[in-house]
């Protein structure tokens, strides 16, 4: 129904810009900022190591992945 066009999340993504969450850092990316996964949607997290459980706000949200940063 979707299909990959908007890699299965139809016409939107499953966070906004400003909602927060806790989640776990699952992997690295290959600039080294970490990666969570919420809802199966990637969330880049800067200033994070594989294992993190932290609190973070959506900053950017783009079609396939969304960027946040952690709240201290």
Do not use: C, H, W
């Not at 890699?7 to 992997?27: D, L, Q």
């Not at 996964?37 to 706000?57: A, L, M, S, W, Y």
Request: charged residues 30%; glycine residues 16%.
């Amino acid at each position: 129904m979707y299909g990959d066009r908007f890699g299965g999340y139809g016409n939107e993504a499953p966070v906004k810009v400003g909602e927060r969450y806790r989640v776990r850092i699952e992997s690295l990316g290959k600039g080294g900022d970490g990666i969570a996964k919420i809802k199966g949607f990637v969330i880049f997290v800067p200033n994070t190591q594989v294992g993190d459980e932290v609190e973070i706000v959506i900053n950017s949200v783009k079609r396939k992945f969304a960027f946040a940063s952690v709240i201290e």
